[in-house]
Nanobody
């Protein structure tokens, strides 16, 4: 079992920044790839970013490329999502996820085995 707890969401103005954190517990964190997804009411969960087990590979959705940065600290069992230049369309519930079967970064939500409870990000115009 893996437990994921996100934090760092909140209300920010357009152009502002937030840093989301996701702390993992329950099993070895350093061998898992991790991802961030987001969801708004009435829409499917959307890929945002992913990072390989050692941070060597990262991938981003086109909509966030150049503005968001995913990183991880395996010593702290934590993955981060730094979000800069936020836009109203970034408003969503953000979820972190763990793929315990792979070291490699993956964009496919079905590959992920564990999910956090989500943290709300609201960007005002």
């Amino acid at each position: 079992q893996v437990r994921l707890v996100e934090s760092g969401g909140g209300l920010v103005q357009t152009g502002g920044s937030l840093r989301l954190s996701c702390v993992a517990s329950g099993r070895t964190f350093s061998s898992n790839s991790m991802g961030w997804f987001r969801q708004t009411p009435g829409k499917e969960r959307e890929f945002v970013a992913t990072i390989s087990w050692n941070g060597g590979s990262t991938y981003y959705a086109d909509s966030v490329k150049g503005r968001f940065t995913i990183s991880r600290d395996n010593a702290k069992n934590t993955v981060y999502l730094q979000m800069n230049s936020l836009k109203p369309e970034d408003t969503a519930v953000y979820y972190c996820a763990a793929d315990i079967d792979s070291w490699l970064a993956t964009m496919a939500s079905y590959e992920y085995d564990y999910w956090g409870q989500g943290t709300q990000v609201t960007v005002s115009s």
